[in-house]
């Protein structure tokens, strides 16, 4: 659990006949990493490597359409029965069944978007006609005027001056009658020798003349009638089309859903094929497995045939381990902290996986900042009602509710030991082990001395990964390594005293049994080491030369970096006083309501308890949230920047079963 | 708020200074241009700022299309940069800039369409939008049809002027009107956002994205009436009345087919060689416009000098990025055609 799942690389040489078994029982169980060895290829243009290719093309454009077919029928993806794909699908055979209901539907479509086009054609000329609704003039009577040409149409607003300016050479008259938006109804006349230049004209300032269907005769008002018979004509077709694809969908919707299903199958399949190494009679399939899968993946592929080649190669945590992928391996429990750690990032496969320690440090510093009974087995109520995934507006809550119960139990345990309860500090019962409010100093002091030891933790894992990759040079004299902790706890006991004579500090602690001097000793030895860190690393990874850039250079930078050092590590662990300074607020913050709680209601009425309330949904709501960012912060930054660097490979389990969230 | 310049443009000029001194220096354009072969020429960008670019693929899958269009990031992550880190009130600006880009990714994905091309074919010849792209590309490839593939622009801000030119492309079945009518409609709503700028920066705008449109503008009105042989309403209806230099009346000139030369000149007054160079405009036009290209170059650049707090540098150094790259593409295609030097020079803004 404290490593991610130890992996196998394995190349498994497969007869061509046994592709298809051998692909399936790859898949499936989410244990294989498949790896593209395409370019093993012994010929990746030959006619055989291009026929995966042309299939992965074909399923993809068969996705396509038979998606568009299911939108164009309104049919809802509901979860669909999973079933095993014997075979990837013939395209010949399914492009005939999908031309055969795309035919259908199109057809019926294509009516249904004809008549809205006609609808939406005849509500623009009504919109048009409108400005000219008042004019009682028959538009038939112009149009066949003997002396003038004149042409009645919308173009753009823009093009108007435009089309006026090019034809300054000959007499024309050019009325806007009406302007909506961006468009504008003109009516252009001019001697009928023009036409020519007025048609040439209009075509070109792009005016769109208004072409009104042979029955459309007589007067705007007359012609509007017309127009509004004719958008109820085409509602009534658009209605009987949709009867028809009703009818459609309803025959066709479990045949539409399975092919999509068996569609997406294939269709991964091939693309997992084509990243196959082909030989002349052979594949070859590399990839990632789980090391304990590796028996049983033997057994099944052995039981395909006897002729498949496996080899086998068990992945060490080595220096040369970077190009493994990472699977997280942890129990159920600690599982949903996963995603805080990958969020920052995916741990690489030779180091220690932290999300054992986050599980138990996350819940531990946010309940010790939020410790409060009532507000705790809120976000504890809360964090269950996410997991449950009961209410659909939790769900944008997502993986949060393990790590939100976890919090909510946290806070409620150290509610009992602050005796914290719906923010009443200390009166519905004592303190178990102590009032934040009350031992201001106390908290404080320990707080920054549980950071200590974080911290110091932080180092030690450090370490342990640096030694496990036999990064020698770095475990020693890395500033996160053995010299750097050196220096962080005689930094800590040199500190002790002089911090006692100001705060109060455990008699054990500043007392101990040591020589005088004896920290200040340590810290001025290691101080010295840090400064020279990099001539040992460069000396243990015989880089040269090992000073760069000459002594002087040196010495200034090593000195500002020594200080840089040391002020960061002063900064990590004062950082964990805010652990102590939010349980002390949460208790103020909630005295805080109460107050404004009695001056709004001051004989407990019901302003009493709306303040209280407000209260309530602050606290819990907005401290809350804020509480939960600190934690996220203190992980990240102080615990995670000591020790963790990631940059692994996630791990992505080979399939060619869709997931159901992919249809 | 009124704009401050000073504190506007204080971050944004450093920003583009620092862009502006990546871009490829005279000599490393000879340099890349005396390469043996388009292999040679790309190892050698590798060692410039378009190296991570060309990284991006693998070495073997290059081809001078797939190297356009990766250096093509390069303009489009400074302007996006460009345009988050300018003042709010000249954003309206740049990303109408930026927006041309879409009109020619709009115009390929038309053509694309009209010769059957597969979307693989079309993808290398656009411009990297990635995710702030308004047009479907894809989808509008796959639909096969033009008509199909303006439908989906619907919620584009292209959709109605698209919309008047389709009825001449349902008629003509030529996508003359449809690109014409993009030109004009993004020439005209760049020239009203150059407008709303402050005094000071709307002089710099004015005089760099003017003077594009001026080159254009004139191109287009030679063209129609020397190449299309259009009518003067035509002519006119699909060229623009506004501009740096260039006048309505000079316009209105070309189009009522008056001599070409004196309108030229009257308009650059500081160009040479004009009456020869227009006396056969079918010879001469892309000379001038190759020389009117330089001039923009030559303004561009002097935006850098002077007033350090002005959208100049921001304009001047997006046309020069995009003028570089143009000048690469013509290097790939070149090297990748093994043409001789003297086939292609006149292509290239760096004399040579």
Same mark, same amino acid.
């Given at each position: 659990?404290f490593?991610?799942?130890k992996?196998?690389?394995?190349e498994?040489?497969?007869?061509?006949?046994?592709?298809?078994p051998v692909?399936? @029982?790859?898949?499936?169980?989410?244990v294989?990493?498949?790896?593209?060895?395409?370019y093993?290829?012994?010929?990746?243009n030959?006619?055989?490597a291009n026929?995966?290719?042309?299939?992965?093309?074909a399923?993809?454009?068969?996705?396509?359409?038979?998606?568009?077919?299911?939108?164009a029928?309104?049919?809802?993806?509901l979860?669909?029965?999973k079933h095993?794909?014997?075979?990837p699908?013939?395209?010949e055979?399914?492009?005939?069944v999908?031309?055969?209901?795309?035919?259908?539907?199109?057809?019926?479509?294509?009516g249904?978007?004809i008549?809205?086009?006609?609808?939406?054609?005849?509500?623009?000329?009504l919109q048009?006609?409108?400005?000219l609704?008042d004019?009682?003039?028959?538009?038939?009577?112009?149009?066949?005027?003997?002396?003038?040409?004149?042409?009645?149409?919308?173009?753009?607003?823009e093009?108007?001056?435009?089309l006026r300016?090019s034809?300054?050479?000959?007499?024309?008259?050019?009325?806007?009658?009406?302007?909506q938006?961006?468009?504008?109804?003109?009516w252009?006349?001019?001697?009928k020798?023009n036409?020519?230049i007025?048609d040439?004209a209009a075509?070109?300032?792009y005016?769109d003349?208004?072409?009104?269907?042979?029955d459309?005769?007589?007067?705007?008002?007359?012609i509007?009638?017309?127009?509004?018979r004719?958008?109820?004509?085409?509602?009534?077709?658009?209605?009987?089309?949709?009867?028809q694809?009703?009818?459609v969908?309803?025959?066709?919707?479990?045949?539409l859903?399975d092919?999509?299903?068996?569609?997406?199958?294939s269709?991964?399949?091939?693309?997992?094929?084509?990243?196959?190494?082909?030989?002349?009679?052979?594949?070859?399939i590399?990839g990632?497995?789980?090391?304990?899968?590796?028996?049983?993946?033997?057994?099944s592929?052995?039981?395909?045939?006897?002729?498949?080649?496996?080899?086998?190669?068990?992945?060490?945590?080595?220096?040369?381990?970077?190009g493994?992928?990472?699977?997280?391996?942890?129990?159920r429990l600690?599982?949903?902290?996963?995603?805080?750690?990958?969020?920052?990032a995916q741990?690489?496969?030779?180091?220690?996986?932290p999300?054992?320690l986050?599980?138990?440090?996350f819940?531990l510093?946010?309940?010790?900042?939020f410790g409060?009974?009532?507000?705790g087995?809120?976000?504890a109520?809360?964090? @269950?009602?996410?997991?449950?995934?009961?209410?659909? @507006?939790?769900?944008?809550?997502?993986?949060?509710?393990?790590i939100?119960?976890?919090?909510?139990?946290?806070a409620?345990i150290?509610?009992?030991?602050y005796?914290?309860?719906?923010g009443?500090?200390g009166?519905?019962?004592?303190?178990?082990?102590?009032?934040?409010t009350?031992d201001?100093m106390?908290?404080?002091?320990i707080?920054?001395?549980?950071g200590?030891?974080?911290?110091i933790?932080?180092f030690?894992?450090n370490?342990y990964?640096l030694?496990?990759v036999?990064?020698?040079?770095q475990a020693?004299?890395?500033h996160?390594?053995?010299?750097?902790?050196?220096?962080?706890?005689?930094?800590?006991?040199?500190?002790?005293?002089?911090?006692?004579?100001?705060?109060?500090?455990?008699?054990?602690?500043?007392?101990?049994p040591?020589?005088?001097?004896?920290f200040?000793?340590?810290?001025?030895v290691?101080a010295v080491l840090?400064?020279?860190?990099?001539?040992f690393?460069?000396l243990?990874?015989?880089?040269?030369?090992?000073?760069e850039g000459?002594?002087?250079?040196?010495?200034a930078?090593a000195?500002f970096?020594?200080?840089e050092?040391?002020?960061s590590?002063?900064s990590?662990?004062?950082?964990?006083v805010r652990v102590?300074?939010?349980?002390?607020a949460?208790g103020?913050?909630?005295?805080?309501f109460?107050?404004?709680a009695?001056m709004?209601g001051?004989?407990?009425?019901?302003?009493?308890?709306i303040?209280?309330?407000?209260?309530?949904?602050?606290?819990v709501?907005?401290?809350?949230?804020?509480?939960?960012i600190?934690t996220t912060?203190?992980?990240?930054?102080?615990?995670?920047?000591?020790?963790?660097n990631?940059?692994g490979t996630?791990?992505?389990?080979?399939?060619?079963?869709?997931?159901e969230?992919?249809? | #708020?009124?704009?401050?310049?000073?504190?506007?443009?204080?971050?944004i +000029?450093? %920003?583009? %200074?620092? #862009?502006?001194s990546?871009?490829?220096?005279?000599?490393?354009? !000879?340099?890349?241009?005396?390469a043996?072969?388009?292999d040679a020429?790309?190892?050698?960008?590798?060692h410039?700022?378009?190296?991570?670019?060309?990284d991006?693929?693998?070495?073997k899958e $290059?081809?001078a299309r %797939?190297a356009?269009?990766? !250096?093509?990031?390069?303009?489009?992550e400074a302007?996006?940069s460009?345009?988050?880190?300018?003042p709010?009130y000249?954003?309206?600006l $740049?990303?109408?800039?930026?927006r041309y880009?879409?009109?020619?990714?709009?115009k390929?994905?038309?053509?694309?369409? !009209?010769?059957?091309?597969?979307?693989? /074919?079309v993808r290398?010849v656009?411009?990297?939008?990635?995710?702030?792209?308004?047009?479907p590309a894809?989808?509008m490839v796959?639909?096969? +049809?033009?008509?199909?593939?303006?439908?989906?622009? /619907?919620t584009?801000?292209y959709?109605?002027?698209?919309?008047?030119? #389709?009825?001449?492309y349902s008629?003509?079945?030529n996508l003359?009107?449809?690109?014409?009518?993009l030109?004009?409609d993004?020439?005209r709503? $760049?020239?009203?956002?150059?407008?709303?700028?402050?005094?000071?920066?709307?002089?710099?705008a004015?005089?760099i994205l003017?003077?594009?449109?001026?080159m +254009?503008?004139?191109?287009?009105?030679?063209?129609?009436?020397?190449?299309?042989?259009?009518s003067?309403?035509e002519?006119? =209806?699909?060229?623009?009345?506004?501009?740096?230099?260039?006048?309505d009346?000079?316009?209105?000139?070309?189009?009522?087919?008056?001599?070409?030369?004196p309108?030229? /000149?009257?308009?650059y007054?500081?160009l040479?060689?004009?009456?020869?160079?227009?006396?056969?405009?079918?010879?001469?036009?892309?000379?001038?416009?190759?020389?009117?290209?330089k001039?923009?170059a030559d303004q561009?650049?002097?935006?850098?000098?002077?007033?350090?707090?002005?959208?100049? !540098?921001?304009?001047g150094f997006?046309? $020069?990025?995009?003028?570089?790259?143009?000048?690469?593409v013509?290097?790939?295609?070149a090297?990748?055609?093994h043409?001789?030097?003297?086939?292609?020079k =006149?292509?290239l803004?760096?004399?040579?």
């Amino acid at each position: 659990m404290f490593y991610p799942q130890k992996m196998t690389e394995v190349e498994i040489i497969v007869p061509a006949k046994d592709l298809l078994p051998v692909t399936r @029982a790859l898949s499936g169980q989410g244990v294989f990493s498949q790896t593209d060895v395409n370019y093993l290829s012994s010929d990746r243009n030959s006619a055989q490597a291009n026929q995966w290719q042309e299939k992965v093309a074909a399923y993809s454009a068969l996705e396509r359409r038979v998606q568009s077919i299911i939108q164009a029928l309104d049919i809802k993806q509901l979860p669909m029965k999973k079933h095993d794909l014997a075979d990837p699908l013939d395209e010949e055979t399914t492009k005939l069944v999908v031309d055969e209901i795309e035919s259908e539907v199109k057809s019926l479509v294509e009516g249904i978007n004809i008549e809205n086009k006609n609808i939406e054609h005849f509500s623009g000329m009504l919109q048009q006609l409108k400005a000219l609704a008042d004019v009682d003039v028959d538009f038939s009577q112009m149009s066949d005027s003997r002396y003038i040409h004149s042409i009645l149409g919308m173009l753009q607003h823009e093009n108007v001056d435009r089309l006026r300016t090019s034809l300054s050479r000959i007499p024309f008259v050019l009325y806007p009658l009406s302007q909506q938006q961006q468009k504008a109804v003109i009516w252009l006349a001019g001697s009928k020798a023009n036409t020519e230049i007025l048609d040439r004209a209009a075509r070109s300032a792009y005016l769109d003349p208004f072409t009104l269907p042979d029955d459309m005769n007589g007067t705007p008002a007359q012609i509007i009638e017309s127009i509004n018979r004719s958008i109820n004509e085409s509602k009534d077709k658009i209605a009987s089309l949709q009867a028809q694809l009703k009818k459609v969908r309803e025959a066709k919707e479990g045949q539409l859903l399975d092919l999509m299903w068996d569609l997406r199958g294939s269709h991964m399949t091939a693309n997992a094929i084509v990243r196959y190494g082909k030989l002349k009679y052979t594949y070859v399939i590399v990839g990632w497995l789980y090391s304990n899968y590796l028996t049983s993946l033997k057994a099944s592929l052995r039981k395909i045939s006897s002729e498949i080649i496996i080899e086998a190669r068990v992945a060490d945590r080595g220096k040369d381990s970077s190009g493994v992928p990472t699977a997280l391996n942890n129990p159920r429990l600690f599982r949903p902290f996963q995603s805080t750690v990958t969020t920052y990032a995916q741990p690489k496969y030779s180091e220690l996986d932290p999300t054992p320690l986050v599980a138990i440090l996350f819940p531990l510093l946010f309940g010790a900042m939020f410790g409060d009974v009532g507000h705790g087995a809120l976000i504890a109520i809360f964090g @269950a009602l996410v997991m449950s995934k009961k209410i659909k @507006a939790l769900k944008f809550f997502g993986g949060l509710g393990p790590i939100l119960l976890a919090c909510g139990i946290s806070a409620t345990i150290f509610g009992f030991l602050y005796g914290s309860v719906m923010g009443y500090e200390g009166t519905v019962f004592e303190p178990l082990w102590l009032a934040p409010t009350e031992d201001i100093m106390t908290i404080l002091i320990i707080t920054i001395g549980a950071g200590v030891i974080v911290l110091i933790l932080g180092f030690l894992i450090n370490i342990y990964n640096l030694l496990t990759v036999k990064n020698f040079a770095q475990a020693i004299f890395g500033h996160n390594g053995l010299v750097g902790l050196g220096l962080y706890v005689s930094m800590i006991g040199w500190a002790l005293p002089v911090v006692g004579k100001i705060f109060p500090i455990p008699e054990a602690l500043s007392n101990l049994p040591l020589p005088k001097n004896f920290f200040m000793i340590l810290l001025i030895v290691f101080a010295v080491l840090v400064m020279f860190s990099e001539v040992f690393i460069h000396l243990i990874e015989g880089h040269r030369p090992l000073v760069e850039g000459g002594f002087g250079i040196y010495f200034a930078q090593a000195f500002f970096e020594l200080f840089e050092v040391l002020i960061s590590f002063l900064s990590n662990s004062l950082s964990f006083v805010r652990v102590g300074a939010f349980a002390v607020a949460h208790g103020n913050l909630a005295a805080v309501f109460f107050i404004l709680a009695k001056m709004v209601g001051p004989n407990g009425g019901v302003g009493y308890w709306i303040m209280y309330l407000v209260g309530l949904v602050f606290i819990v709501g907005f401290e809350g949230l804020i509480v939960y960012i600190q934690t996220t912060r203190l992980t990240y930054y102080e615990t995670f920047g000591k020790f963790f660097n990631g940059g692994g490979t996630r791990f992505e389990p080979f399939t060619i079963q869709p997931a159901e969230n992919e249809i | #708020m009124s704009p401050n310049p000073a504190t506007d443009f204080a971050s944004i +000029n450093a %920003r583009v %200074r620092a #862009m502006y001194s990546t871009l490829l220096t005279k000599q490393e354009l !000879i340099n890349l241009s005396e390469a043996a072969d388009l292999d040679a020429l790309l190892n050698l960008l590798k060692h410039t700022v378009y190296g991570p670019y060309l990284d991006r693929i693998k070495d073997k899958e $290059l081809n001078a299309r %797939r190297a356009a269009f990766l !250096i093509r990031a390069r303009l489009a992550e400074a302007s996006h940069s460009i345009i988050y880190n300018s003042p709010e009130y000249t954003r309206e600006l $740049l990303t109408m800039v930026y927006r041309y880009h879409e009109i020619n990714n709009l115009k390929a994905v038309l053509r694309g369409i !009209i010769t059957n091309s597969s979307w693989d /074919k079309v993808r290398f010849v656009l411009f990297p939008y990635d995710g702030d792209n308004e047009i479907p590309a894809k989808e509008m490839v796959e639909s096969g +049809n033009v008509v199909q593939a303006v439908e989906l622009l /619907k919620t584009t801000p292209y959709y109605d002027t698209l919309s008047f030119a #389709m009825k001449r492309y349902s008629a003509e079945q030529n996508l003359f009107p449809i690109e014409v009518a993009l030109d004009l409609d993004y020439w005209r709503e $760049l020239w009203k956002a150059v407008k709303k700028l402050p005094k000071e920066d709307r002089s710099y705008a004015e005089k760099i994205l003017g003077s594009l449109l001026d080159m +254009n503008n004139l191109m287009w009105a030679i063209r129609y009436r020397v190449y299309h042989n259009l009518s003067e309403e035509e002519v006119i =209806n699909y060229t623009l009345p506004f501009g740096y230099r260039v006048r309505d009346e000079d316009i209105r000139a070309i189009a009522a087919g008056a001599d070409l030369a004196p309108i030229v /000149k009257r308009i650059y007054p500081f160009l040479t060689g004009l009456d020869e160079m227009l006396s056969d405009p079918h010879s001469g036009l892309p000379r001038l416009e190759h020389l009117l290209e330089k001039k923009i170059a030559d303004q561009c650049h002097a935006c850098f000098v002077g007033n350090p707090f002005q959208i100049g !540098i921001v304009l001047g150094f997006l046309e $020069l990025c995009d003028m570089e790259i143009q000048e690469l593409v013509v290097l790939f295609e070149a090297k990748a055609d093994h043409l001789a030097t003297d086939k292609y020079k =006149n292509y290239l803004l760096v004399d040579l």
